[in-house]
């Protein structure tokens, strides 16, 4: 599942933490019964041993012991590193070594998926913090991206020192294709649900100009760092999230012309809400998703059938390299893209002709229960707090035209949902900004809310309405 934590540490020059890297360290890791080391260096046993130990007396200084602690090398059979993996409460990904050595070795011991899966905090400094992201450089070896393990979209430039005129040099050369953030010894990023917070002096690096984080660039981090908060929950997600009438369907892949011999792109499948529908038209359908326990989710329902094609990266960064689609559509999706980026990339995908279709859910509770509606929304003026706000309603489906499409016209379709009080609360923790209240806020908040619907019966009926905006390239 998706981390509870991750860390992002560039170097510890004199081998401790500093105090406030220390500090954040004993609120999180509560829980210590086991810490796995992961060499970059998968065959200098004796140095593994060293560093092992001495990582591992850092954080016993701090007063943060294990019960157990080991490093994971060439030497570990793979079914025990599996297993230390899978029953780790903390992985640290070492550095001194080459970053691709250390996803090699990862994928060797059959460990990749074990770290996808597990419930660690995941800490990484320098090689290993560089190889937490979706991309990464290692410029001692090459200026060419190669793919990490995806925790984050934060690629890194390590042991950053201005007076280091080769490194900064090949920082700034790294800035020319991508964002960097070049990172001071004894800085961090610490992510968690979708916040992201900064230790020491970390520096934002893109196309070859150089700034001091600031508050703003934290705040951008934290809305890429939100989206992939649905992928801590894809069970939950796939079991409730709405799915859209059949009629929409209908209408749709009617207008669109969509069926055999036709190229379809979905951006955000999610776990397949809207793609069933157009999957068995038998067009040449593709998707694109973030998240990667969605994305397995996806191949997992739907990976057998010979029509289906989907890649785990990000719509806003992926080269789609001469693929150009019938349709391109998204459910509920496509306001987490910027929308010059939305509009502009879409249509350039798309094929003279083609079709762009989004759609949305608005969900309506009060008419069907005035008095419940009235308690819910008590509720959330009591606990809705979370540590970050839903800020994509604004997006402008209607403004496509002014990035060369033509008209959008909207179509409403009708639907309804019944809950009970546990399923209510289920769906409402698939919502993002819900996911990320804060404890113990957030459990008082649910079983307010499950009280109020066992209150009314057991009963929740959502009169639904779903959007389709459509419109096409010339």
Same mark, same amino acid.
């Given at each position: ?47 593994? +041993? ?37 029953? *780790? ?34 800490? #990484? ?7 937490? *992201?979706?991309?990464?450089? +290692? !410029? ?49 990023? !610490? ?39 649905? +992928? ?26 969509? #069926? ?42 739907? #990976? ?14 992926? +080269? ?57 929304? *008590? ?65 008082? !908040? ?15 009926? !959502? ?12």
């Amino acid at each position: 599942m998706r981390k509870e934590l991750l860390a992002v540490f560039s170097g510890f020059p004199d081998h401790h933490f500093s105090k406030e890297i220390a500090e954040r360290l004993r609120g999180e890791l509560t829980e210590r019964k086991s810490i796995v080391f992961i060499t970059a260096c998968p065959l200098d046993y004796e140095q593994n +041993d060293d560093d092992c130990e001495g990582m591992y007396q850092m954080f016993a200084e701090q007063g943060l012991p294990f019960d157990k602690h080991c490093v994971i090398d060439k030497r570990t059979d793979p079914d025990v590193a599996k297993e230390l993996v899978q029953t *780790a409460d903390c992985i640290f990904l070492m550095g001194g070594g080459a970053c691709e050595d250390q996803l090699n070795l990862i994928r060797k011991k059959g460990c990749y998926e074990a770290l996808i899966d597990c419930h660690a905090a995941i800490l #990484g400094v320098s090689a290993g913090s560089m190889n937490m *992201a979706c991309k990464t450089v +290692d !410029f001692f070896e090459s200026m060419e991206a190669f793919d990490g393990l995806g925790f984050t979209n934060i690629t890194v430039s390590c042991h950053h020192d201005l007076e280091d005129t080769w490194r900064y040099e090949q920082t700034l050369r790294m800035s020319e294709d991508r964002t960097v953030y070049a990172m001071e010894d004894m800085s961090a990023f !610490f992510i968690k649900r979708g916040r992201t917070d900064v230790v020491g002096t970390i520096y934002r690096v893109e196309n070859r100009e150089l700034h001091v984080l600031t508050q703003e660039d934290i705040k951008e981090l934290e809305q890429d760092e939100f989206r992939r908060v649905f +992928d801590t929950i894809p069970d939950q997600f796939d079991k409730f999230r709405p799915r859209y009438s059949e009629e929409l369907f209908n209408y749709l892949n009617t207008e669109a012309g969509i #069926g055999p011999g036709k190229r379809v792109l979905e951006i955000g499948p999610g776990t397949g809400q809207a793609t069933e529908p157009v999957l068995r038209t038998g067009c040449e359908y593709h998707a694109i998703e973030l998240g990667q326990h969605l994305y397995r989710k996806m191949k997992e329902k739907y #990976g057998e059938l010979p029509n289906f094609n989907i890649v785990n990266d990000d719509f806003i960064t992926h +080269d789609f390299g001469d693929m150009k689609f019938d349709m391109i559509y998204s459910a509920a999706t496509i306001q987490w893209i910027p929308e010059t980026v939305a509009f502009t990339k879409t249509f350039d995908l798309l094929k003279p002709g083609g079709t762009l279709a989004m759609m949305l859910t608005s969900a309506d509770y009060k008419s069907s229960n005035e008095p419940l509606y009235a308690k819910i929304q *008590a509720l959330y003026d009591r606990y809705y707090k979370p540590d970050m706000q839903y800020t994509h309603g604004k997006f402008r489906y209607t403004a496509a035209p002014e990035y060369g499409y033509t008209e959008v016209q909207r179509h409403d379709f009708k639907g309804q949902r019944v809950f009970t009080a546990d399923e209510y609360v289920l769906f409402c923790g698939t919502h993002s900004d819900h996911v990320v209240i804060p404890e113990p806020l957030r459990t008082e !908040f649910f079983e307010g809310l499950r009280q109020a619907v066992l209150e009314a019966g057991d009963r929740i009926v !959502f009169n639904d309405t779903y959007i389709l905006y459509i419109t096409k390239k010339p």
